[in-house]
């Protein structure tokens, strides 16, 4: 069993940056860590993951060279770096854990949710 707590979430303004923090309870180094999203009316969306046991990360094309997921190995702690943040960005971001992240439908550990909105 793993338990994620996410938090970082708030309002900010179009260009703006923001940091989002995922602490989880424990962590198997074949697990991969990352982040999804979902907006209003839409369905839940990859945004970024990294592979806990190397440096592999991968990103959803939407948010490559804004966004960067990096991590804490000490702390089984994983952030999303958000620069020039879009009103398109606004979702709440999920925080999720398991062996894969390939499909959200499949992803057995996830985080509350913090909420991000970009004005514009």
């Known amino acids: 069993q793993v338990q994620l707590i996410d938090s970082g979430g708030g309002l900010v303004q179009a260009g703006d940056s923001l940091s989002l923090s995922c602490a989880a309870s424990r962590l198997p180094l074949n697990y991969f860590m990352g982040w999804f999203r979902q907006a209003p009316g839409k369905e839940r969306e990859f945004v970024a993951a990294?592979?806990?046991?190397?440096?592999?990360?991968n990103y959803a094309d939407s948010v490559k060279g804004r966004f960067t997921i990096s991590r804490d190995s000490a702390k089984n702690t994983v952030y999303l770096q958000m620069n020039s943040l879009k009103p398109e960005d606004t979702a709440v971001y999920y925080c999720a854990a398991d062996y894969s992240l390939a499909s959200w439908r499949n992803v057995r550990y996830w985080g509350q949710g913090t909420q991000v909105t970009v004005s514009s």
């Open positions: 990294m592979r806990w046991s190397d440096t592999y990360t």
